[in-house]
């Protein structure tokens, strides 16, 4: 019989464009790729001599948001490219990421033909407006983010429904270390009963939206 399309979740890189950050979300693959998702861990270009975040230096950052957007558009492109190869639905790839990474997820969402299913940032904030016709997006925060404070998701996902996107903010009880390097704490392997508080409520958090609904 037909071989059924999986769908897809990326997870861009964390941290604010320094290097060595590439493999810090792969808790969050292992832990979509366990209930059923191809999961895909994806770098972007850094940028070592910038300062960030919180900085003054607007232009660098814009910049280096621009930067990582095209370089995680680039990704999707070649998984769509590879999508019969791989087993995957073209058309059912979001995109999530921390920090850097989620400005980028953001930035492939709010954008005429958007090439994603729907956007999933962490601890991060998009630099263009939501409008009308963009996939969904589920943001999450950590309550001791500062540099990314959750009203500034909440501010998005207001317009964002008012243009009929569908949207969500969710605020975990946690700082984003907590949040982000399950890593370091030993959650690179782990099973199911282990997983973290602060995991098991975005993968309930994100049955909102359809394209990411827990399988």
């Known amino acids: 019989g037909a071989v059924e399309e999986r769908r897809v979740v990326v997870w861009l890189a964390r941290g604010w464009f320094r290097p060595g950050q590439a493999l810090a979300m792969q808790a969050y693959a292992e832990a979509f790729a366990r209930r059923g998702y191809v999961s895909v861990t994806m770098g972007y270009r850094a940028r070592p001599g910038l300062v960030c975040c919180p900085t003054d230096d607007i232009e660098g950052v814009t910049a280096a948001v621009a930067g990582a957007t095209d370089d995680a558009a680039a990704g999707v492109r070649w998984l769509r490219d590879h999508a019969d190869e ?4 073209p058309d059912a790839i979001a995109v999530g990421g921390a920090q850097g990474g989620a400005a980028a997820a953001l930035g492939l969402a709010h954008v005429v033909g958007a090439p994603i299913a729907a956007a999933v940032p962490v601890d991060g904030v998009g630099f263009g407006r939501p409008d009308a016709g963009e996939p969904p997006f589920l943001a999450f925060h950590g309550t001791q983010s500062t540099v990314a404070p959750a009203h500034l998701s909440e501010w998005a996902c207001t317009r964002a429904r008012a243009k009929g996107t569908t949207c969500g903010t969710t605020v975990l009880q946690t700082s984003f270390e907590d949040l982000a390097a399950f890593q370091a704490t030993g959650f690179a392997v782990y099973d199911a009963g282990r997983e973290p508080e602060a ?8 049955s909102l939206l359809p394209m990411l609904r827990v399988q």
């Not at 791989?86 to 639905?89: A, L, Q």
């Not at 995991?199 to 994100?206: D, E, G, P, Y």
Request: proline share 0%.
């Open 86 to 89: 791989f087993g995957i639905d």
């Open 199 to 206: 995991l098991r409520a975005m993968m309930v958090s994100a």
